[in-house]
């Protein structure tokens, strides 16, 4: 998944109809959320919501899909996008389905608002659908955007009561409310997970409990990774702004000293000398920095493992590497 830069995240926005929930997202980002919005584009030049960001100084563009290929239109699109400078796209209405080309170019970077509570209803209608099904909840969910329609991960929901007499109507107008408040919250959160402990935490348990045997355990009141046994060693410790450091890292062991100032001095971006563990051999791999390498990261913790690893499982996994 790609990760998150520093300072604001600049966002196109793509809509086809009157693009309220561009608006919210524009009025959330003057309010102070974590995003700007940097280009609103459409494929129908007379959408209302292209009016309204020309109002309020955003740039616009638009291009009429009719008459041209798929493929050919989302490049055109898509040219316009990264001219804007933008690190990621929400889709708001878009009504256009994107070619999965286009998809992929923007994996982990473009996210969709969908006016139902997924998995359920994907596709078109899911407003009558609900009321067919006789449910007594609708909603809007965020996710992600992949080439399965509506089947990304899906990053938040917010869920609305259905009223004895709603049409689809009225309740598209509820849930509209409701989606004006989740997609500016869901993208904010997401445009900002790299700089969240939780998130980064998350994401380094994964990689850490994957490795054999290695289990959890608290090191100095801070979440730390181990061979699990008794007598089982600690090969890896997160650090959250420890002793007043910027860093949100990971602690994994090096060679020694030598190995430790070199790598330091090399990428001084990544590396650092934690407090205190820098004396037995310790390098501090900062987590939150813009377009962390979790491959990296999963080296190291690799690494650190196979140095207190007994070879009884060292021994598994190269022959496991081997096969
Ligand atoms: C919103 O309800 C959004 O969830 C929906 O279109 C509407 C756009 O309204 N999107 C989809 O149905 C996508 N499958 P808006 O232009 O006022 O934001």
Redesign the pocket.
């Known amino acids: 998944m790609a990760e998150p830069t520093c300072g604001r995240a600049r966002i196109a926005v793509l809509?086809?109809?009157?693009?309220?929930?561009?608006a919210a997202l524009l009025y959330a980002s003057r309010q102070g959320a974590p995003f700007e919005i940097v280009l609103v584009a459409s494929n129908d030049p007379h959408a209302g919501?292209l009016s309204l960001a020309e109002a309020e100084g955003i740039p616009t563009f638009s291009l009429s899909h009719k008459g041209m290929q798929r493929a050919e239109h989302d490049a055109a699109m898509d040219a316009a996008i990264r001219k804007s400078g933008a690190e990621y796209v929400a889709?708001?209405?878009?009504?256009r389905v994107l070619s999965d080309e286009m998809v992929q170019r923007w994996e982990g970077r473009m996210l969709?608002?969908?006016?139902s509570l997924l998995p359920k209803y994907k596709?078109?209608d899911?407003h009558a659908r609900a009321l067919e099904a006789g449910d007594e909840v609708a909603g809007?969910s965020v996710h992600l955007v992949t080439t399965e329609l509506?089947g990304g991960e899906v990053l938040g929901r917010a869920e609305v009561a259905i009223m004895g007499g709603d049409t689809p109507e009225t309740l598209?107008l509820r849930?509209?409310i409701a989606?004006h408040q989740l997609y500016p919250q869901v993208l904010g959160a997401y445009v900002s997970r790299g700089s969240d402990p939780d998130y980064l935490l998350g994401r380094l348990r994964e990689l850490a409990l994957a490795l054999p045997e290695a289990e959890e355990q608290a090191s100095h009141g801070s979440p730390a990774f181990k061979i699990a046994g008794k007598s089982g060693k600690f090969f890896a410790h997160f650090a959250d702004r420890h002793h007043g450091a910027e860093q949100i890292a990971v602690l994994a062991k090096t060679s020694g000293q030598d190995e430790l100032a070199d790598l330091v001095e090399r990428d001084p971006g990544v590396f650092f000398r934690p407090a205190y563990y820098h004396a037995s051999g310790w390098v501090g791999i900062t987590l939150n920095r813009p377009d962390c390498d979790w491959d990296q990261v999963q080296h190291w913790l690799e690494r650190s493992w196979r140095s207190v690893a007994p070879k009884r499982l060292t021994k598994l996994r190269d022959a496991a590497d081997e096969f």
């Open positions: 809509i086809s109809g009157s693009g309220t929930n561009m919501g889709l708001a209405g878009y009504m969709n608002i969908h006016p596709g078109l899911p809007a509506d598209a849930v509209k989606e």
